[in-house]
């Protein structure tokens, strides 16, 4: 491919925007998303012994 080709390439195509995500609880928490955070999280609401 010589540069012209290439240039014509990347002159066409069209770089989408970067979408914004919304935040999460766990986001917001400032947590990894884990799936063990999301356990220790079931296991505080669903223990009957916590307070």
Request: charged content about 25%; proline content about 6%.
């Amino acid at each position: 491919m010589n540069i012209e080709a290439l240039k014509d390439l990347l002159d066409k195509n069209i770089i989408p925007e970067k979408t914004k995500t919304p935040l999460t609880f766990l986001a917001i928490a400032k947590q990894p998303h884990y799936e063990n955070v999301i356990s220790n999280i079931y296991a505080f609401y669903l223990d009957q012994e916590e307070e």
